[in-house]
């Protein structure tokens, strides 16, 4: 069994991981790919920015003794939510200091000249501590999902590449990850020689091994960091952002880029500059693997991220030879029925082949754990064993599988319906993309249109008023791959007959995520173009 899980865990290292960064005018989406296959995914809007890990001046509007909590006004639709426990034993020196600075009489060296204050204490009550009306600094640590509006702490943190930092601290603390006894002596003793009065750190996993010269200029960064926090704060009003976290492309990149990391390709130029800024900056041996795609191709058709984007995120998620998962969402728990489909009809090892699948299923639910961000309370419905071994060895597996997985999470033995619990932290809304399509010969309506049948004419009287109106002689059309390859296949192809009769360049690109019979048309500058009729 040790031997088993040792062999899984070095060939989830071996992997090839590749990072695929897709920008639009409106969101940047990451695409996080282990040998080839789709594991995560994330989006960010370009007009918003990721609230995890901002920090808030923030006012109080209500207290609720039943629950030992408050509610926090932070500027958004929703207050946030903060428990007594997440208030952190050093809030007493943490308030002092807040209620100085906005208050105005303290300067920018404040937080170096605080005395100490007696810890908070682990059964107190929240009346005892806070008031409705009272100015407090808090950070999200849970992004506003459904009705509920966003979770904050107190207990302030700064997170960096090796380290995390935490002011009003004093203790060094080790990942569980570094298990050399050597290795986290060592560290402890360079985190406490090189930490200025006042602060605490947690070492992240990555930092084993890591020299004075690397952790010195971070730990310097991240104290600059938190000395502008405490400078905005001067004479500041409630509610305010305090400090932005970095935005989710470099986050993703801090917490994932390590030694195994192969390329990271993004398709517009400033944020490649951006990445390979921040590549050089925390890996400069590194900085090679960042590569900037200039292909005609979109870059998600390019790493066929936008096909496994279509199978992956649908209500039935297919599996090999005939099996497939059903996955089920509400607010707070999701379900994930494993079904062998046609696969154990007409054979007579029911258990080997319903632990055939069960095995190989586990592979594809680690996998839509990460790559939906899917959070709470998980129920997984295997298909029913009867040898335990067999069953050991199904947890075994997915304890292994698991692993690489950056959330929290804690994993249940199978009972004896069948019923895998799992657990696994929730920070943001469960990812959830739509993967239905309009029929494309009536675009959902119904109706066949005239457009529909005679799709090729609709675009020969586009390029023809182009052509004759515009007096543009270079054109891009971009369709379907399935439409392209009308225009393009034979020697004499669709494509080349017009070109010959108007007399111009007539460009075809593709783009699988457009429907069968949509048409975006280009100049030659990449500008878009609309026929007027």
Not at 38 to 45: F, I, Q
Not at 324 to 335: D, G, I, S
Request: proline share 3%.
């Amino acid at each position: 069994m040790r031997f088993f899980r040792f062999f899984s865990f070095y060939i989830l290292n071996l992997m090839e991981r590749e990072l695929v960064v897709d920008v639009s005018s409106n969101e940047i989406t990451v695409a996080l790919l282990e040998d080839k296959a789709l594991a995560e995914l994330s989006t960010e809007l370009t007009t918003s920015h990721y609230s995890v890990g901002d920090i808030f001046l923030g006012k109080v509007t209500r207290l609720v003794p039943a629950l030992n909590s408050a509610f926090i006004d932070i500027g958004d639709d929703k207050d946030a939510f903060v428990h007594y426990l997440d208030l952190g034993l050093n809030f007493r020196a943490q308030n002092h200091l807040t209620q100085q600075l906005i208050s105005g009489k303290n300067d920018k060296e404040a937080f170096a000249q605080i005395s100490k204050f007696d810890v908070l204490a682990k059964d107190g009550k929240m009346e005892d501590v806070l008031f409705v009306g009272q100015d407090v600094l808090v950070q999200v640590v849970k992004e506003p999902i459904s009705s509920k509006g966003a979770r904050v702490t107190a207990e302030i943190s700064i997170a960096g590449r090796n380290i995390v930092l935490i002011p009003f601290a004093d203790k060094v603390h080790i990942s569980q990850k570094i298990t050399s006894r050597e290795e986290r002596k060592r560290l402890e003793r360079l985190m406490s020689s090189i930490l200025p009065p006042n602060y605490g750190v947690v070492v992240r996993t990555v930092a084993e091994d890591k020299k004075t010269a690397t952790l010195v200029p971070e730990v310097e960064a991240l104290v600059r960091r938190w000395e502008s926090c405490c400078e905005k704060m001067y004479k500041a009003e409630s509610p305010q952002l305090m400090l932005r976290e970095i935005n989710r492309t470099s986050t993703i990149l801090r917490d994932l880029l390590n030694v195994s990391f192969n390329s990271i390709t993004v398709n517009d130029e400033t944020v490649y500059r951006e990445m390979q800024e921040y590549v050089s900056g925390i890996a400069p041996e590194q900085e090679k693997i960042v590569k900037l795609y200039e292909g005609n191709t979109p870059i998600f058709d390019y790493f066929n991220v936008s096909k496994q984007i279509r199978s992956s995120f649908g209500k039935l998620v297919p599996l090999r030879q005939g099996a497939y998962l059903v996955v089920e969402h509400t607010e707070a728990l999701h379900v994930i029925d494993v079904n062998s489909g046609i696969r154990l009809r007409n054979t007579r090892d029911q258990e080997q082949h319903a632990f055939s699948v069960n095995m190989a299923a586990a592979d594809e639910i680690a996998r839509q754990l990460r790559l939906r961000d899917m959070g709470g309370i998980l129920v997984v419905d295997f298909i029913d064993m009867d040898k335990v071994e067999n069953r050991q060895l199904l947890f075994e597996k997915m304890k292994t599988l698991m692993e690489n997985d950056r959330a929290k999470h804690n994993i249940l033995p199978l009972s004896k319906f069948g019923l895998m619990q799992i657990t696994r932290q929730r920070v943001r809304p469960v990812t959830v993309i739509n993967t239905a399509e309009d029929c494309p010969g009536c675009n959902g309506t119904g109706k066949i249109s005239a457009s529909a049948v005679r799709f090729d004419e609709t675009i020969e009287n586009g390029l023809t008023y182009f052509v004759k109106q515009r007096n543009l002689s270079n054109i891009t059309l971009k369709v379907h791959p399935y439409v392209a390859a009308f225009f393009t296949k034979g020697l004499i192809s669709r494509r080349l007959r017009l070109m010959l009769r108007y007399r111009c360049r007539f460009n075809i690109r593709t783009d699988s995520s457009m429907g069968y019979l949509d048409a975006q048309w280009s100049d030659k500058k990449g500008n878009r173009l609309t026929v007027v009729n």
